[in-house]
Nanobody, 124 residues
């Protein structure tokens, strides 16, 4: 079992930046692909970014390419999401997720472990 806890969310003005962190416990994240998803009120959970367990493969939703950067520090058992040039439409609860293996899913159903989420609100 992997327990995930997100942090770093908050209120920011449009054009600003936030850095989300996802701290894992229970097991090492080595060997686990990890991802970030967002969920806005009344909408389904959407893919944001994902990274292979070694960090050599990165994937992004078109809506965040060039603005968000996913990274991981396996020694610290932590996943990150650097979010720059934030827009009001980025407002959502952001979740981190993990799954053991070499495949890097881009759909929520591909992940086994989830955090509780952190709220990101971008004001215009």
């Amino acid at each position: 079992q992997v327990q995930l806890v997100e942090s770093g969310g908050g209120l920011v003005q449009a054009g600003g930046s936030l850095r989300l962190s996802c701290a894992a416990s229970g097991r090492t994240i080595i060997g686990h692909a990890m991802g970030w998803f967002l969920q806005a009120p009344g909408k389904e959970r959407e893919f944001v970014a994902a990274i292979s367990w070694s960090g050599d493969r990165l994937y992004y939703a078109d809506s965040v390419k060039g603005r968000f950067t996913i990274s991981r520090d396996n020694a610290k058992n932590t996943l990150y999401l650097q979010m720059n040039s934030l827009k009001p439409e980025d407002t959502a609860v952001y979740y981190c997720a993990a799954v053991y293996g070499g495949i890097v899913p881009r759909s929520a159903g591909g992940y086994d472990y989830w955090g509780q989420g952190t709220q990101v609100t971008v004001s215009s």
